[in-house]
């Protein structure tokens, strides 16, 4: 059974950085893509990033460009996103989620996480 | 960036109707569209990709088509476990985006 398990979350007060991660089991990590999507409260989703299966591709949303960065560790199975210069529009759940596709994804997300809330505020 | 315009924004039905929802490209994406349920503190499940395909365990009430800009979902016969918030996406180009949700509702 494919598992995702973030982690990381809390409260950050602008300015201030925060680490995410996404304990992954049940497949084989190191032949997928793998994105984060977040979701403000009360609203929809937004694409955040996306890294292929072996970290050497990486892609941004134009909101997150500089100041994110994704990177996974496939000896351990996990992903991360190191968030830096975090504002109050960066409050949101953070969904880590597999992609269906290996080696760079397609964007097409089959599992998800449960989610991370992450609180940008004074 | 590509964006997606979904309506209605919600909608009213009853147990065993047969509920449709669009999502509308500002370009064309071919066929790299999938549609995502969403209940309430919950992360978002896959239905459909690729436009017209069922997720493995899927329903088979759910189905999907489009291509080019115009898509569709359908829910041939609602059940009380379908009302959630839907959403398209499409994965034809960076950035992925989706549409802004229909939230489906009991009538």
């Known amino acids: 059974e494919v598992q995702l398990l973030e982690s990381g979350g809390g409260l950050v007060q602008p300015g201030g950085s925060l680490r995410l991660s996404c304990a992954a089991s049940?497949?084989?990590?190191?032949?997928?893509?793998m994105s984060w999507v977040r979701q403000a409260p009360g609203k929809g989703l937004v694409w955040v990033s996306i890294?292929?299966?072996?970290?050497?591709?990486?892609f941004y949303a134009d909101s997150v460009k500089g100041r994110f960065t994704i990177s996974r560790d496939n000896s351990k199975n996990t992903l991360y996103l190191q968030m830096n210069s975090l504002r109050a529009e960066d409050t949101a759940v953070y969904y880590c989620?597999?992609?269906?596709?290996?080696?760079?994804?397609?964007?097409?997300?089959?599992?998800w996480g449960q989610g991370t809330l992450v609180t940008v505020s004074s | 960036a590509i964006q997606l315009t979904q309506f209605p924004s919600s909608l009213s039905a009853s147990v065993g109707d047969r509920v449709t929802i669009t999502c509308r490209a500002s370009?064309?994406?071919?066929?790299?569209l999938a549609w995502y349920q969403q209940k309430p503190g919950k992360a978002p499940k896959l239905l459909i990709y690729?436009?017209?395909s069922l997720e493995s365990g899927v329903p088979s009430r759910f189905s999907g088509s489009g291509s080019g800009t115009d898509f569709t979902l359908t829910i041939s016969s609602l059940q009380p476990e379908d009302f959630a918030t839907y959403y398209c996406?499409?994965?034809?180009?960076?950035?992925?985006?989706f549409g802004q949700g229909t939230k489906l509702e009991i009538k």
């Open positions: 370009q064309g994406i071919s066929s790299a």
């Open positions: 890294i292929s299966n072996r970290g050497g591709i990486t």
């Open positions: 049940g497949f084989t990590f190191s032949s997928y893509a």
């Open positions: 996406q499409q994965f034809n180009n960076y950035p992925y985006t």
């Open positions: 989620a597999k992609d269906d596709y290996g080696v760079k994804g397609r964007g097409l997300f089959d599992y």
């Open positions: 690729d436009a017209s």
